[in-house]
């Protein structure tokens, strides 16, 4: 489903992405971790189209097609979702106003028709059940005054309601107390099936002791340094990067 070629971005003429290889089976849930600063959420914002960074060489394919000159909106509407480390608070726009525009914009480029409101109101109320949302988050403007794990749980909401192809989470888990941690993981397992692929960025075991990864990677200075199954995330437990950096 993904499949990063050679990647180097820069950012201010610093290379935060170092000639990067990296490939995302359908069906597969990656996880990398690796040390503040290492390039994570760069790799996820430039996988993502946000603008900002220099793209110096290589390639990002989704679904065979090179994705580097795509806007971030085609690329959203192409499935890639992008569950923010520090999501955005936009007062003065409801988070249902925003949700509702985003998917009916990704339904118009797929040549959809725009969702009816009962059916999306009915959706809405389902899916913020299931995360111990409560539904006035629907009304109230999105993110803002949010606290902090309430801003993680609405990413994942967002993320099940657009049910996207490529679901990158930089960082869900930051925030969400031992409770929330269990609701949005459990929601994060059951979205998760043999058509759709995740990128899961963390730094704490915990997360990954729920959504049980098929492949970990070890993330330094923008490149991968080391990979391996679930028990690379207990031997970084134990003995922290140094082991491998
Ligand atoms: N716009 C920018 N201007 C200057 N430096 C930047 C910019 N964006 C990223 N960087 C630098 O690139 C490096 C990688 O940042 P990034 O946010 O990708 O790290 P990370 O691996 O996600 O870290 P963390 O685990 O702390 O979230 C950092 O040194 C950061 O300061
Ligand atoms: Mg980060």
Same mark, same amino acid.
């Given at each position: 489903?993904?499949? *990063?070629?050679?990647?180097?971005?820069?950012?201010?003429?610093? *290379?935060?992405?170092?000639?990067?290889?990296?490939?995302?089976?359908?069906?597969?849930?990656?996880?990398?971790?690796?040390?503040?600063?290492?390039? &994570?959420?760069?790799?996820?914002?430039?996988?993502?189209?946000?603008?900002?960074?220099?793209?110096?060489?290589?390639?990002?394919?989704?679904?065979?097609?090179?994705?580097?000159?795509?806007?971030?909106?085609?690329?959203?509407?192409?499935?890639?979702?992008?569950? =923010?480390?520090?999501?955005?608070?936009?007062?003065? *726009?409801?988070?249902?106003? =925003? #949700?509702?525009?985003?998917?009916?914009?990704?339904?118009?480029?797929?040549?959809?028709?725009?969702?009816?409101?009962?059916? =999306?109101?009915?959706? %809405?109320?389902?899916?913020?059940?299931?995360?111990?949302?409560?539904?006035? !988050?629907?009304?109230?403007?999105?993110?803002?005054?949010?606290? +902090?794990? /309430?801003? @993680?749980?609405?990413?994942? !909401?967002?993320?099940?309601?657009? &049910?996207?192809?490529? %679901?990158?989470?930089?960082?869900?888990?930051?925030?969400?107390?031992?409770?929330?941690?269990?609701?949005?993981?459990? +929601?994060?397992?059951?979205?998760?099936?043999?058509?759709?692929?995740? #990128?899961?960025?963390?730094?704490?075991?915990?997360?990954?002791?729920?959504? @049980?990864?098929?492949?970990?990677?070890?993330?330094? /200075?923008?490149?991968?340094?080391?990979? +391996?199954?679930?028990? #690379?995330?207990?031997?970084?437990?134990?003995?922290?990067?140094?082991? =491998?950096?």
């Amino acid at each position: 489903m993904l499949e *990063i070629k050679n990647l180097s971005v820069s950012v201010k003429n610093k *290379i935060i992405i170092n000639n990067l290889n990296l490939e995302i089976e359908k069906g597969k849930k990656v996880a990398i971790m690796g040390p503040n600063g290492s390039g &994570k959420s760069t790799l996820s914002n430039v996988i993502a189209g946000k603008h900002g960074y220099q793209i110096n060489d290589g390639q990002i394919f989704f679904n065979g097609i090179n994705i580097l000159d795509l806007d971030p909106e085609e690329r959203a509407a192409k499935g890639i979702y992008l569950a =923010f480390q520090y999501p955005v608070e936009i007062p003065g *726009i409801a988070n249902s106003s =925003f #949700l509702r525009t985003a998917l009916n914009s990704i339904r118009k480029y797929n040549g959809e028709k725009d969702l009816n409101t009962r059916e =999306f109101l009915e959706e %809405c109320k389902d899916l913020s059940k299931r995360l111990n949302l409560d539904t006035s !988050f629907l009304s109230r403007d999105l993110n803002t005054g949010f606290s +902090g794990g /309430e801003k @993680k749980k609405n990413e994942i !909401f967002h993320m099940l309601m657009m &049910k996207p192809k490529l %679901c990158i989470l930089d960082e869900i888990d930051s925030g969400l107390d031992i409770d929330a941690l269990k609701v949005i993981s459990d +929601g994060v397992s059951k979205y998760s099936n043999e058509n759709n692929s995740m #990128l899961i960025i963390t730094h704490y075991q915990r997360l990954l002791d729920y959504i @049980k990864p098929d492949e970990v990677h070890i993330f330094n /200075e923008g490149k991968i340094i080391k990979s +391996g199954d679930y028990n #690379l995330v207990k031997t970084l437990e134990e003995k922290g990067y140094q082991e =491998f950096v």
